[in-house]
């Protein structure tokens, strides 16, 4: 089992920035590929970013490259997406998740075996 806890989200203006985390426990041992997702209300789970297990590849959703970065720091267990440029559409509950699969790049959410409980994330124009 593995247990995340995301954190970091709040209140923002558009062109502002945000730095989410997510601290991973349990068993955290085989550095699992994590991912981002958000939700915003009335709509499905979308996918945001990925990174591979040791952070040597990103992928990341046309809506928000070149304005996130997602990297993660495997001594602590963390992962982060840092999000500049924020949009009003950006808003959302966001959603780490940690997947242990082969193909690359895992979009879809179906792929993920744990997630987090979400954090709230709301641009303001």
């Known amino acids: 089992q593995v247990q995340l806890v995301e954190s970091g989200g709040g209140l923002v203006q558009a062109g502002d920035s945000l730095r989410l985390s997510c601290a991973a426990s349990?068993?955290?041992?085989?550095?699992?590929?994590m991912g981002w997702f958000r939700q915003a209300p009335g709509k499905e789970r979308e996918f945001v970013a990925v990174?591979?297990?040791?952070?040597?590849?990103?992928y990341y959703a046309d809506s928000v490259k070149g304005r996130f970065t997602i990297s993660r720091d495997n001594a602590k267990n963390t992962v982060y997406l840092q999000m500049n440029s924020l949009k009003p559409g950006d808003t959302a509950v966001y959603y780490c998740?940690?997947?242990?699969?082969?193909?690359?790049?895992?979009?879809?959410?179906?792929?993920?075996?744990?997630w987090g409980q979400g954090t709230q994330v709301t641009v303001s124009s």
């Open positions: 998740a940690a997947e242990s699969g082969s193909s690359w790049p895992p979009k879809t959410a179906v792929s993920y075996d744990y």
């Open positions: 349990g068993r955290t041992f085989y550095n699992p590929r």
């Open positions: 990174i591979s297990s040791y952070g040597t590849s990103t």
